[in-house]
């Protein structure tokens, strides 16, 4: 398996060199001058949430994973997520991948376990964070009945969902 890492690491290293190169280093340098120090700020703020997310997560694993360092709890997410974004696996791929690193610590179901519960607790914070949002905005939509039905049957329905399948 470490080969196939290495080989991955040379693959995506030799296509960014290609990339840099197809792409120019003058027009790269461009946009990035045209950017700013202003998205500095934007990426900052993504650390700082891959942080407490990585935080929250160590506070769902049970105890055997607890006891794994911090920056390598935070690793195995941000694989995880990195799988997540770049391949067309409906965001489920890099959960595989969560729970073959966390099994490799430490052999055994908690590693499904601390995966699972994981993803329900986002899927259940980003259901509390759309609530809040719509009870302070939607009061500032005029919707037909028909449709403000819907929307809460179906927010309620999500939720029932979650909170059952947790």
Not at 34 to 62: I, Q
Not at 68 to 78: A, E, K, N, P, S
Not at 81 to 108: D, M, W
Not at 136 to 163: F, K, S
Request: charged letters at 10%; proline letters at 5%.
């Amino acid at each position: 398996m470490k080969k196939f890492h290495n080989a991955s690491i040379a693959a995506g290293s030799i296509l960014l060199v290609f990339l840099v190169w197809s792409i120019g280093p003058r027009a790269l340098w461009h946009d990035l001058v045209l950017l700013g120090w202003g998205v500095a700020p934007l990426v900052l703020s993504e650390f700082l949430v891959d942080l407490l997310h990585t935080l929250g997560w160590r506070h769902c694993l049970p105890n055997p994973y607890r006891q794994l360092l911090f920056w390598q709890i935070f690793g195995i997410r941000m694989a995880g997520t990195s799988i997540n974004f770049l391949t067309p696996t409906a965001s489920l791929g890099g959960e595989v991948t969560k729970g073959t690193l966390l099994y490799r610590h430490h052999p055994g179901v908690e590693a499904t376990t601390a995966v699972v519960v994981g993803k329900l607790s986002f899927a259940l914070a980003q259901l509390i964070f759309v609530v809040i949002g719509s009870i302070v905005i939607l009061p500032w939509v005029e919707l037909p009945a028909g449709l403000w039905a819907a929307i809460l049957g179906g927010g309620a329905l999500l939720g029932l969902g979650i909170l059952g399948f947790l």
